[in-house]
């Protein structure tokens, strides 16, 4: 079996690693690679291998940095079976259709810019229709159910606790032509253990070889104990001096987090109940896909299923849709909060909301996720004095409040603590840790650690390179 690894090897985006065995091409993911714009297009257009070749796609879950690329494979020449579990499957549906109408904007923006230097048009990488083309290939899977690829091949999703539908994809290569069977786990992106709704990521066994990511390699988060009690406080404090809370959200995990926890709080009557709004048709979509896998559901919600029979939803909460009922919230008088995208700040309908609440310290602004340098959610972050908001100065005034615990990513310590608990089940069978899905200097420092601690050997494979496994 050889391993080509053709995107996330020492970056985080665009994840595509190609599996060959006996002729046979299978492509683990099929990502996005997000970055500068020159280096954007070509490489997201230009796939290191023939799509048409390769016989099977399968996805470890719904984010576009694992997915997003999947319409333009399809339509340079991919055929066959999309895997991936049943909510992965509902998920990517709603995330395409949604890049694919961004990828449409974003080209109509450059292309009015080319226009004015006399420059031809360039097309989208690929439009809405591209997105619906690869909808019909998509076969869903439960975890644990194994799924025969070819008689040699068969695959396994289990659990990793990142997002809904979230998997670890496990090969199992069988005997044959005197190769010995081999057991190959490609981790995705592993999530935090005790989170609210998902299940902890699970440790898989008896491995030969391990494809890990490294996102987190070099970095501690908080603790999620504290963060139920921020929230309560800052409803509490906001509520009390009659501000707006606006919160930047990612549409896939974060919002229903948020209100998940809203939720809880309400039902402990820790905190005021104040109207809530999730402004975003993509989240209002995204948490009615949620509200169909109660099998991705950890106990506990499974449990507080039985006595509230919405977990994302209370008599103050509203989804909004449409426009004008998004314009008629600005108009309204504090104390109240809304959840809306863009996560970073640098498009969608939070721009207005923020544009509206940033002048009067009683509002917060709750930030609850990464965000990227030379972001309008990275200057809030850093609490400049003054951002630009649709190309107007304003002045920032509303309190502005981090809450990290949030993260859908395994921190240095449980990156750590899943590679030996891999090892330790696997009976001195793991012999190489691949790592990916990560900055150099944080994938170096999980490296080193498992060098140092384990017997398996970490590897760092950098873009094009092949690697015999068995
Ligand atoms: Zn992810
Ligand atoms: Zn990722």
Redesign the pocket.
């Given at each position: 079996m050889k391993m080509t690894f053709w995107g996330a090897a020492s970056t985080?985006t665009g994840?595509l690693h190609l599996l060959e065995h006996h002729g046979k091409k299978i492509a683990l993911d099929c990502g996005l690679f997000q970055g500068r714009r020159a280096e954007y297009f070509t490489r997201n257009k230009e796939f290191p291998c023939d799509p048409s070749e390769v016989s099977t796609l399968i996805l470890s879950h719904a984010?576009i940095?694992?997915t997003g690329n999947v319409p333009n494979f399809v339509k340079q020449g991919f055929k066959g079976d999309i895997i991936c579990t049943h909510a992965t499957a509902d998920l990517v549906r709603l995330l395409l259709l949604d890049s694919a109408h961004i990828q449409e904007k974003d080209i109509q923006f450059v292309n009015k810019k080319r226009a004015r230097r006399k420059e031809p048009p360039l097309e989208p990488l690929y439009t809405i229709e591209d997105a619906e083309q690869c909808l019909d290939m998509f076969v869903g899977a439960g975890y644990y159910r194994p799924m025969v690829v070819d008689e040699e091949l068969t695959i396994k999703f289990l659990d990793a606790g990142h997002i809904l539908g979230s998997s670890q994809i496990q090969v199992d290569l069988a005997k044959g032509d005197g190769a010995e069977p081999h057991r190959l786990v490609y981790s995705g992106?592993i999530g935090r253990s005790k989170r609210v709704i998902l299940r902890n990521p699970e440790t898989p066994s008896e491995v030969d070889t391990l494809i890990m990511e490294s996102t987190y390699g070099s970095r501690e988060s908080p603790p999620f104990d504290n963060l139920k009690d921020d929230l309560r406080d800052l409803v509490n404090r906001v509520a009390e001096r009659g501000g707006k809370i606006i919160v930047p959200a990612f549409s896939v995990g974060r919002t229903q987090q948020i209100v998940y926890q809203l939720n809880v709080l309400f039902n402990e009557e820790a905190i005021p109940r104040i109207p809530i709004y999730v402004d975003s048709p993509l989240s209002t979509n995204v948490t009615a896909v949620f509200r169909q896998h109660p099998e991705c559901f950890n106990r506990q919600t499974r449990e507080l299923l039985q006595t509230d029979d919405d977990v994302f939803g209370f008599d103050t909460l509203t989804y909004i849709r449409s426009v004008e009922e998004s314009i008629e919230l600005n108009k309204r008088k504090g104390p109240f909060m809304v959840i809306s995208a863009s996560g970073m700040c640098e498009a969608g309908r939070i721009l207005h909301h923020l544009r509206n609440a940033i002048g009067n310290p009683n509002n917060c602004i709750l930030i609850c996720g990464y965000q990227a340098e030379h972001t309008l959610g990275r200057r809030l972050v850093e609490k400049q004095k003054e951002v630009r908001i649709f190309g107007e100065t304003h002045e920032l005034k509303a309190e502005v409040k981090v809450l990290n615990g949030f993260s859908g990513h395994a921190d240095k310590e449980e990156l750590r603590e899943y590679a030996f608990r891999v090892e330790e089940r696997s009976g001195g069978r793991l012999r190489k840790i691949y790592l990916v899905?990560g900055e150099e200097e944080a994938r170096k420092d999980l490296a080193e650690w498992i060098n140092t601690h384990l017997k398996a050997r970490a590897i760092l494979p950098q873009r094009g390179e092949s690697f015999d496994i068995n």
């Open positions: 985080t994840s984010h940095d694992h992106d899905h």
